[in-house]
């Protein structure tokens, strides 16, 4: 099997395919776009080697992968959304004392330390104020789950600042 080195040069005759792939790929215009370029930044870091079949299969195979990759960091981080300027309830007051402050500051970290499964619950009912029936629908767990974490993850704050005292 002949394998050839890429040649930069020839790039410009697959943009054309590989955008429409990455269109099929993506469904959008913009990140099909920002794709295509990302794969090429890849392919043309350092010198590659095509198989007999030239440069297009390799091309759309690196621009495959490119897009398995983006899809999992994706999945990885978590997904952020704004805060409102009326929800008040998750950032410290805003002409607080530097204690309350602090005090508000604490008490996060301390929820951050929690078992995910009673962080997640503590945070749904004690920080976002959903109801009990609320929270299990939007962590998909039953309410009686969404009581038992609650109560858990409470008694454990509780004796995390009994010991800190």
Do not use: C, F, W
């Not at 990302?38 to 091309?59: C, I």
């Amino acid at each position: 099997m002949p394998t050839e080195s890429l040649n930069p040069e020839t790039l410009p005759v697959h943009i054309d395919s590989l955008r429409r792939a990455a269109r099929a790929m993506t469904r959008s215009h913009h990140d099909a776009e920002d794709l295509v370029q990302d794969t090429l930044l890849k392919v043309l870091a350092r010198p590659r080697t095509v198989g007999p079949a030239g440069a297009g299969p390799y091309l759309h195979q690196a621009l495959r992968n490119t897009h398995i990759s983006a899809l999992r960091t994706r999945g990885r981080r978590p997904v952020l959304a704004p805060l409102e300027d009326e929800d008040t309830r998750l950032v410290a007051p805003r002409h607080g004392e530097p204690v309350e402050v602090i005090h508000t500051r604490e008490v996060l970290a301390k929820i951050h330390a929690l078992p995910t499964a009673q962080r997640e619950v503590i945070a749904a009912v004690d920080v976002a104020g959903l109801a009990y029936t609320e929270a299990a629908e939007v962590l998909q767990i039953p309410v009686g789950t969404v009581m038992s974490r609650l109560h858990r993850g409470r008694a454990r704050l509780v004796s995390d600042y009994a010991a800190a005292a």
